[in-house]
């Protein structure tokens, strides 16, 4: 009954229609300043309901979210092109390269600079995919 209602599941026990909407707006704005009330007004929902639904059917926010496919976009580019890091780190969404190193770092292990040495960019390509990285839901 509540199926067309925003916020409503979309069938009994599975994820609400409006999570595929939101789910769209992070890969494909990805690399945009997104905020939490923007999202939450183009789906339909008050800021507080979306953030906690979100974590519900994830098992984390947005913002953590949001994060991880920046970090796996950047990824994909340090392992295949020689594009400068800073480049990269202003496509995926990030603010500069210093902060983009640090949120690197923190979710690989390894700054951009030596996951791409590791992943052989510059001598004969990229030597082994994926890394430390999670499967990305981009792909």
């Not at 507080?48 to 913002?63: K, P």
């Not at 890091?85 to 640090?102: M, N, V």
Request: with cysteine; aromatic share 8%; glycine share 16%.
């Amino acid at each position: 009954m509540l199926g067309g209602v925003a916020g409503g599941p979309s069938h009994r026990g599975g994820a609400p229609r409006w999570l595929g909407s939101v789910l769209e707006i992070l890969h494909e704005e990805f690399d945009r300043p997104l905020t939490l009330e923007r999202i939450a007004r183009e789906v339909g929902l008050h800021p507080v309901h979306l953030s906690r639904a979100f974590r519900h059917y994830h098992g984390e926010g947005i913002g953590q979210y949001l994060t991880g496919v920046r970090v796996r976009f950047a990824a994909g580019k340090l392992g295949r092109s020689a594009m400068p890091i800073a480049q990269i780190a202003l496509l995926a969404g990030f603010s500069d390269q210093s902060h983009f190193t640090r949120v690197f770092r923190r979710h690989t292990g390894f700054t951009p600079g030596s996951f791409r040495h590791d992943m052989g960019v510059g001598r004969q390509g990229p030597a082994s995919p994926g890394r430390n990285l999670p499967a990305s839901p981009c792909d």
